[in-house]
């Protein structure tokens, strides 16, 4: 059964376990060989092709059903400051101008735009916040269709990340390292549940960028790391071609691109013998699904036949393609079509300054689309099995960041607290998780940290954040590195 | 010297296999058949300490056995050693007995036979030093009655330390029940379990601690020497949720400090269960879904619609043979027979599609054929999916016979319909069978109010409507889409309009009015441009408000100079195209970083412009980029100023034109900026310009004090 639930993909992994596996063995053959028949039996499937790597990654998937099969992640790429979005804090509007106390910031880290000012004026927000739903959950009236659906969300206020600034900061929220060198968490999840569709990259990214300043996405952040390149994430664009270099070039037509692909297979196999590198295998199948994707994508990715108040719902932005609507009913039409890690990021999410001019814009980008992906998957009855996330890599500061009026003011970067929200696939529903003090800069309740979300969305996801590990350099490697717990008290 | 080769060899073996499992300890697996044998380890671990021991005496104090070596001497001192050994462990043994907490019928077999070795052992020494007197059967039967008697007594020894079953434990966790959120019970299967692992190794009626027995309801009920456990309801007036709440340092919590200790979830279910009135009988499956008690049983259990199955597992070839890119099949968990299978790629569906699945059929929970052109005979065949728990089948051409159909599956839970041609009687007739728990039906002919009306029948069940379109509140269309995106012309240029969404009129105008929906110009056929023109469009559509106005001011470049120098240096971060940008008619963009704006920071912007012939040129203009307070460290603003040199060649020219463009109030800032230079030049061969950014952006400014940035793009000159 377990070698069922595994795609071919895996088995390639598994295989290159298997050569290292049979060379640790023969060097122990000198103890004697009729032991170690003996010993053999205890090995399941030593001889029959059961490898480190599968058994491994059997032992990170616990015998139960997962409650999510797929993730959208939301990534609202510079920072969204989350005082002008889920946590409400009046007592910043009380102390508009005074300056922040030294004992709530208590000599943390500054990033290098701000540690110079001569003071710290505390700013309220400008946008009003109210309740809703029967979680009582406040929002600010920046994000009216999210306020709608919070009985859907799991809002939880108590984020905290170890980076400052926006690279090291998103480098660390998709791939658990600061430094770039470490497979993003779409990989960790192709590698460790496989493609469901196998038409489909099992990692697809979405790229969209609003009206405020932004910051920038590179494809470093849907890298696979060290783990094999079919984890890698596949970015769609908003354009007639959606996957660059999918469609055959002038005056090739489907038979001889099946005739060729068939040919290089065969030169390919031949390499393989000689060589062995897993690589090459690597490269057929991705060969291979990018000749059925040249069916698949342009299914998947037609949207005439949405039903029109799909618009009404998305707003009318989704039919445009390269924008944050359009790209979240793409999501909805790829995670629906089996694709495990949907990626989307929206850029200019990093008010310095401007704020309330540039939230305002930023914020009309998404909300209505994303408070529509998640009712949209719960029509569909897809969303118990998909976990959405919406946030950024950091939060914004309480205080005020260079010039500052009631209507205008700017935040700079605050990694010590920070919104974000899920939904579906085994999350509480209904639930605001964590608090912040009343000044809205340390976490007062129920932190949770970069690693603890990791470990939590692996969890989500029937894996065990401890035990889905991959050897490299010499030693075992996780999404989570060496810390992390999944809170518990968000799970449904 | 056979039986020496025999004995070596059985050594090396063993000794080998002790090698061989350190050196791939990591991934031997025990099966539980082994594992007996494991647990036997403390039991034979005794005997070679007391062999040793034998060993040790005789060879400790060799000349007593020197003159005598007879077996019979040897078993005579084996037997003192034992008998020796036995009456001191039953006298250990019941010195601990005494501290109390051991009770029952175990510990009285255990203890009756642990004093029956004691004399028997001391019998059989007696009868082998008189055994002249008696018949030598009579001794071996003896000693064979002791070693059965030493066997019983250790089994009852080990149920003591380590429960009883300890040994044959692993056999049995196989068929142990798994947790079924339809038959379980919240105390036998989610509260038992936890005083199981945590509290019964003290409290059982073999050795009832404080009097107190948790093995079953009754016991429980009775309580201990304290007093009841579950007294009023209420969490706090429960002895048993008191003692496991207190501080682990106090001396009464529970389980004692140095056991292992309740987790936070159990404690947090225990409690739950007692505030809920500790109900001995209460079915899992009668919880609401948000009860305060299931979610503490979902914490720990993982109950949510995970149902055992027991039906077997297909043959892991069919499953093979049957699987491909375009149908998905996964068993639902690891190790579970439960298979799911999802249908890809519309154009790869056919007849076969899904009954080519018969030798499957029984291990099919969940069929996602989403999008799918399935047709009737495919939904007869979902008769013989005799385990389908879950169906998906939106935007598949299904309607109300077909759910006639799906109403021969009398095991489905959960149906999405969304996108179907079903209708409410449909949906009445699905939700009238019993199992059903969860229907999709949006984007159906069901309304709200009979999605309301279905709700209010079939109180127990989840039906989803989904998102319904507000009529009443008009939405605005996006703005046109105007291609190509540039502004700047040299001769003329064709502008096409378009629009996502279908059905949209847009409407311009060119003469600066406003495009509305009657006097604006309907957009047919591109529009041609070939003077400064402002175009401004909107969108009109029924059923939505207008967009928001486009406007787009179109500037004719139609001089070129021959050459062009430029003589200053960008930023390095900002270089666009260097001097093939600045005259290039492509319109740089809001975004300072889209390659097309060339930067400057604390330095001035240069760039001299070559005719070869006299020239006369009216007005020279600069288009440049601004952005006060975008990014706080990169404050971008118009030159302070400008100057416009010009002559007959380099050296003779003179200062034609100098230019302070006034700075906008940052609320009505526009972020792209045309700069008008009134140069009335006649006859030059040579001009340059050079526009100097802010050395200190002005009081009352973002980022007052700091150097502005400057970012330039075209330069036209008429």
Not at chain 2, 166 to 180: E, I, N, T
Not at chain 2, 277 to 283: D, H, I, K
Not at chain 2, 519 to 534: C, E, M, S, W, Y
């Amino acid at each position: 059964m377990e070698a069922k639930n595994k795609s071919s993909m895996e088995k390639e992994i598994g295989n290159a376990k298997l050569f290292q596996n049979r060379r640790q063995f023969l060097s122990t053959l000198s103890v004697g060989i009729g032991s170690a028949a003996l010993g053999s039996l205890l090995i399941p499937k030593l001889f029959t092709g059961g490898q480190q790597g599968q058994e491994a990654l059997a032992k990170a998937i616990p015998h139960f059903a997962p409650k999510a099969k797929r993730v959208i992640y939301l990534f609202q790429s510079g920072g969204v400051s989350q005082l002008e979005s889920f946590d409400y804090k009046p007592k910043l509007r009380e102390m508009m101008g005074q300056d922040l106390p030294a004992s709530i910031q208590g000599g943390q880290r500054l990033t290098g735009m701000t540690s110079g000012q001569a003071s710290f004026p505390l700013v309220g927000s400008y946008y009003d916040f109210a309740q809703y739903g029967q979680s009582r959950a406040w929002v600010s009236d920046l994000f009216p269709h999210t306020a709608k659906i919070v009985d859907d969300l799991c809002i939880i206020r108590s984020m905290h990340t170890d980076a400052i600034n926006h690279d090291p900061a998103i480098t660390f929220f998709q791939t658990g390292a600061q430094q770039g060198n470490r497979p993003s968490m779409g990989a960790w999840l192709s590698y460790g549940l496989g493609s469901e569709n196998e038409n489909l990259p099992a990692f697809c990214v979405l790229i969209s960028k609003g009206k405020g300043d932004s910051q920038g996405i590179y494809s470093k952040l849907w890298t696979n790391g060290f783990l094999d390149s079919v984890h890698q994430g596949v970015q769609f664009m908003g354009g007639p071609n959606p996957v660059l270099y999918l469609n055959n070039p002038e005056g090739t037509d489907k038979v001889s691109r099946r005739n060729l692909l068939d040919k290089l297979g065969e030169l390919n196999a031949m390499q393989f013998e000689v060589f062995g590198d897993q690589e090459i295998t690597a490269k057929v199948q991705q060969y291979e699904m990018a000749y059925r994707m040249q069916t698949s994508v342009p299914e998947v990715t037609d949207v005439s036949k949405e039903p029109d108040h799909i618009v009404k719902m998305y707003g009318p932005e989704c039919l445009v393609p390269g924008t944050y609507a359009a790209n979240c009913l793409l999501a909805r039409k790829l995670s629906e079509n089996g694709v495990r890690f949907v990626q989307l990021y929206h850029q200019g999410w990093d008010q310095h300054g401007a704020l309330p001019g540039q939230m305002a814009l930023q914020a009309k980008d998404v909300d209505q689309a994303s408070a529509a992906l998640v009712t949209d998957l719960k029509q569909r009855g897809l969303l118990d099995e998909t976990l959405v996330m919406w946030g950024g890599e950091f939060g914004r500061t309480n205080y005020c960041q260079g010039h500052m009026s009631f209507d205008n003011y700017g935040r700079d970067h605050h990694p010590r607290s920070f919104s974000v929200w899920m939904a579906g696939g085994g999350v509480k529903p209904g639930l605001v998780y964590g608090e912040t003090d009343e000044f809205g800069y340390n976490i007062a309740k129920d932190p949770v940290h970069v690693h603890d979300f990791h470990a939590t969305i692996l969890h989500l996801l029937g894996l065990d954040h401890e035990k889905l590990t991959y050897q490299h350099l010499g030693r075992r490697y996780r999404l989570t590195d060496v810390a992390g717990n999944v809170v518990k008290g968000i799970l449904a | 010297m056979k039986a020496t080769y025999w004995r070596f060899n059985l050594l090396v073996g063993l000794n080998c296999f002790i090698v061989f499992f350190l050196l791939v300890e990591h991934l031997i697996k025990v099966p539980s058949g082994i594992q007996v044998i494991g647990r036997m380890h403390p039991m034979l671990l005794h005997f070679p300490i007391v062999l040793l021991v034998l060993t040790g005496l005789f060879v400790n104090f060799p000349k007593r056995f020197q003159e005598s070596v007879s077996i019979s001497v040897l078993i005579r001192e084996l037997l003192f050693v034992s008998a020796l050994t036995s009456a001191l462990t039953v006298i250990m043994g019941l010195l601990l007995a005494r501290e109390g907490g051991y009770d029952g019928r175990e510990f009285q077999w255990h203890k009756w036979i642990g004093v029956a070795i004691s004399f028997v052992s001391w019998g059989l020494l007696w009868i082998q030093a008189n055994q002249h007197k008696l018949h030598r059967y009579f001794f071996v039967g003896a000693t064979n009655l002791c070693l059965v008697l030493v066997l019983i007594a250790g089994h009852f020894g080990a149920s003591l330390t380590h429960g009883a079953d300890f040994v044959l434990s692993p056999l049995r966790s196989g068929d142990a029940k798994a947790f079924d959120l339809e038959h379980a019970k919240v105390f036998e299967d989610a509260v038992l379990p936890i005083f199981k692992a945590k509290c019964l190794s003290c409290h059982n009626p073999s050795k009832p601690k404080g009097d107190l027995v948790l093995s079953d309801s009754a016991s429980i009920l009775k309580g201990g020497e304290n007093g009841p456990l579950l007294l009023g309801g209420g969490t706090t007036e429960s002895l048993l949720i008191q003692r496991l709440s207190l501080d682990i340092s106090h001396e009464h919590h529970m389980p004692p400090e140095g056991k292992p200790q309740l987790t936070a979830e159990e404690l947090a279910l225990l409690e739950a269960w007692v505030a809920n009135g500790a109900q001995f009988g209460l079915p899992v499956a009668t919880l609401r879904a948000d009860d305060t008690l299931m979610l503490a049983i979902q914490a720990i259990y993982q109950v949510e619609e995970e149902e055992h199955f027991d039906f077997p597992s297909a043959d892991e070839a069919s499953i093979k043979k049957l699987a491909s890119p375009y149908r998905v099949i996964r068993s639902v968990a690891n190790g579970s027979p439960a298979l799911a299978v999802s249908f890809y790629g519309t154009s790869f569906y056919n007849q076969q599609s899904l009954s080519d699945l018969k030798p499957i059929v029984q291990q099919i929970v969940t069929l996602n054929l989403s999008g799918m052109p399935i047709d009737k005979k495919d939904l007869e065949m979902l008769k013989s999916f005799s385990n389908l728990r879950k169906v998906n089948l939106n935007n598949t051409p299904l309607d109300d016979e077909g759910i006639a159909l799906l109403n021969a599956v009398p095991t489905l839970k959960s149906v999405s319909l969304s996108g179907t041609g079903v209708t409410v009687e449909g949906a009445k007739s699905l939700l009238a069978n019993e199992a059903i728990q969860k229907l999709y039906v949006w984007n159906t002919a069901i309304n709200t109010e009979e999605v309301g009306q279905l709700a209010a029948s079939y109180p127990t069940k989840y039906i989803e409507g989904g998102f319904v379109s507000d009529e009443t509140s008009l939405l605005p269309l996006t703005t046109p889409q105007v291609t190509p995106a540039r502004t700047f012309f040299r001769d003329n240029l064709e502008i096409s309009l378009s629009h996502a969404i279908p059905g949209v009129e847009i409407r311009y105008s060119l003469d600066g009015s406003e495009p509305d929906s009657i006097t604006g110009t309907l957009f047919d056929n591109p529009i041609v441009i070939d003077r400064a023109q402002k175009l401004r469009m909107k969108a009109y559509k029924k059923g939505w408000l207008p967009s928001g106005i486009v406007e787009r001011e179109y500037v004719k470049s139609p001089n070129l100079p021959d050459r062009m120098e430029l003589q200053s240096r960008p930023h390095y971060l900002f270089p666009a195209r260097m001097e093939l940008s600045l005259m290039d008619l492509e319109s740089g963009g809001d975004n300072h970083a889209d390659g097309r704006w060339q930067g400057y920071l604390q330095s001035s912007f240069a760039t001299a412009l070559y005719f070869d012939k006299p020239t006369t040129i009216d007005t020279l203009m600069l288009s440049v980029l601004q952005n006060y307070a975008g990014v706080t460290y990169m404050p971008v603003y118009p030159p302070e100023h400008i100057e416009i040199w010009g002559g007959k060649d380099s050296v003779n020219t003179r200062l034609l034109a100098k230019v302070a463009p006034d700075l906008m109030k940052h609320e009505h800032l526009t972020r792209r900026r045309l700069i008008h230079c009134p140069v009335k030049a006649s006859n030059v061969q040579y001009l340059k310009l050079v526009a100097k950014p802010y050395q200190n952006i002005p009081a009352g400014y973002p980022g007052s004090g700091a150097p502005a940035w400057l970012f330039v793009d075209e330069i036209i000159l008429k």
